[in-house]
């Protein structure tokens, strides 16, 4: 695969377990669900006031290969590469067969 030798950092990817409270709040922790090679390019970072506090929030693209297992990712879950968590906020399809996703991911930030 072209490029596959770009794909140097070992990114987890955790999902959030689903726990009724009792009150009909969804809680958990998140799990992990599998690891890959993938690709980290972060973007700059952005600083933004909110209620009076400095928020400082850093993006960036991961890049993997398309599987069963990254087709299934959602949102709602999480990714870890390089000592970090972030929250997924958009992936799409890459290539001109569509054999790698890009994933859109925030620091900084909570969930």
């Not at 973007?43 to 990254?70: C, D, F, L, P, Y």
């Not at 990714?79 to 972030?86: D, H, K, L, M, P």
């Amino acid at each position: 695969m072209k490029g596959a030798g770009r794909l140097r950092h070992r990114v987890t990817f955790n999902r959030q377990t689903q726990v009724d409270d009792g009150y009909g709040n969804v809680t958990g922790e998140f799990e992990p669900l599998f690891t890959v090679w993938g690709n980290v390019r972060e973007t700059t970072g952005k600083e933004r006031v909110a209620a009076g506090a400095v928020e400082n929030n850093r993006t960036a693209t991961i890049r993997v290969r398309k599987s069963s297992q990254t087709s299934g990712l959602t949102e709602a879950d999480q990714a870890v590469a390089r000592g970090e968590t972030w929250n997924i906020r958009g992936i799409a399809n890459v290539g001109i067969d569509d054999a790698m996703l890009d994933i859109l991911v925030e620091s900084g930030v909570s969930q």
